[in-house]
């Protein structure tokens, strides 16, 4: 938590410039009627890459997670936005190299180092505040939040909302992983990665966070 308040706190300042270190905000917009392909990180994106494109040519907004900003590059594919929410400094090693024609939605929590990788490579942020229950409110009296669950797959869902989109065609949220994973791997507090769950009588492997972020995904539906 005290790590998402010093981010806020720098992500709202000011550059050596005198300018601010995040120059716009994102506002509640009146509702369009474009649809919008939101692709999150899950292993079946690259099975509908072709599809993504054909809607891409034919009208429809791009955006991405950060797990699949450059898979959906590699493919031809240049996301109209990209949402960014994780506060830790690893986001910056999943957008190494920014597209001009992309603009970033950076959480206000998010790594200062993160914001500043974007600045140095010339790419459009736009800000947002993220609601997680760290003190951010005390830190940003009367400013805008966004809710929506641990992930910025779905986080992103109730931004985009935000934004006016109503039309969202979802991508990559699968929420689990196919074929062999290393059992023995673990996480930094020493429990192990990977659980298997089982969901109307069939067998998934997932994380916990991926979990969370199907329960997320059931609540955002409901709400």
């Known amino acids: 938590e005290q790590t998402i308040r010093d981010n806020i706190k720098r992500n709202i ?13 994102a506002v509640v917009c009146r509702p ?15 099975k509908y890459m072709a599809e993504i494109k054909k809607e891409q040519w034919a009208g429809a907004k791009v955006v991405c997670v950060k797990h699949a900003h450059d898979k959906l590059l ?20 999943f957008i190494q190299n920014p597209h001009a024609a992309t603009t970033y939605f950076v959480a206000s929590m998010v790594d200062h180092r993160v914001v500043s990788h974007l600045h140095e490579s010339g790419a459009r942020i736009i800000g947002y ?4 229950g760290a ?9 805008m939040f966004v809710s929506g669950g641990s992930t910025s797959a779905t986080r ?3 931004l985009m909302y935000y934004l006016g989109f109503r039309h969202m065609v979802l991508y990559g949220y699968d929420s689990c992983f196919y074929g062999e994973v290393d059992r023995a791997e673990k996480l930094k507090t020493g429990k192990k990665k990977y659980m298997d769950i089982e969901v109307n009588g069939r ?3 997932s994380t916990a966070e991926l979990v969370a972020q199907a329960q997320d995904f059931e609540r955002l539906i409901r709400e």
């Not at 590699?74 to 960014?84: D, E, H, K, R, T």
């Not at 505040?129 to 997680?132: F, M, S």
């Not at 003190?135 to 400013?143: D, K």
């Open 156 to 158: 992103g869902m109730i």
């Open 135 to 143: 003190g951010e409110m005390e830190i940003l009296p009367g400013h």
């Open 203 to 205: 067998d998934f492997v």
């Open 13 to 25: 300042g000011i550059d050596r410039r005198g300018t601010p270190f995040i120059p716009q905000w």
């Open 32 to 46: 369009t009627t474009e649809k919008l392909l939101f692709c999150s990180g899950g292993p079946s994106l690259d």
């Open 129 to 132: 505040n993220a609601l997680v």
């Open 74 to 93: 590699a493919a031809g594919i240049v996301p109209w936005g990209c949402i960014l929410l994780d506060p830790r400094d690893h986001v910056v090693e």
